[in-house]
Nanobody, 114 residues
Framework: QVQLVESGGGLVQAGESLTLSCQVSGTIFGWTMSWYREGLGKQREFVAE???????KYVDSVKGRFTISRNNVKGTGYLQMSSLKPEDTAVYYC?????????WGQGTQVTVSS
């Protein structure tokens, strides 16, 4: 069973930065890693993804502010978030998927105060 553990969330002021990490229990080579977020009362939404060969996608609202990366050797993914806005407040989830297999972490809370 693959396990994902997110860390790095916290409370910051608008304009500040945070870096989230996602540690996977096994290899991530060949898997696509994504970050999603779920605001209070909102549906979970896609934020960013990075394939095993580093093809990257972002939701428009975070382009230019967030950077996704991964370290296949360490089995870790990252989401660097800068110029944070109150609307970025959410629980952020890491997802690992390959074909029909998909695994989620437990989430980490990010709160951005104005």
């Amino acid at each position: 069973q693959v396990q994902l553990v997110e860390s790095g969330g916290g409370l910051v002021q608008a304009g500040e930065s945070l870096t989230l990490s996602c540690q996977v229990s096994g290899t991530i080579f060949g898997w696509t890693m994504s970050w999603y977020r779920e605001g209070l009362g909102k549906q979970r939404e896609f934020v960013a993804e990075i394939t095993t060969d580093s093809k990257i996608k972002y939701v428009d609202s975070v382009k230019g502010r967030f950077t996704i990366s991964r370290n296949n050797v360490k089995g870790t993914g990252y989401l660097q978030m800068s110029s944070l806005k109150p609307e970025d407040t959410a629980v952020y989830y890491c997802n690992l998927r390959w074909k029909s297999e998909s695994y989620w972490g437990q989430g980490t809370q990010v709160t951005v105060s104005s």
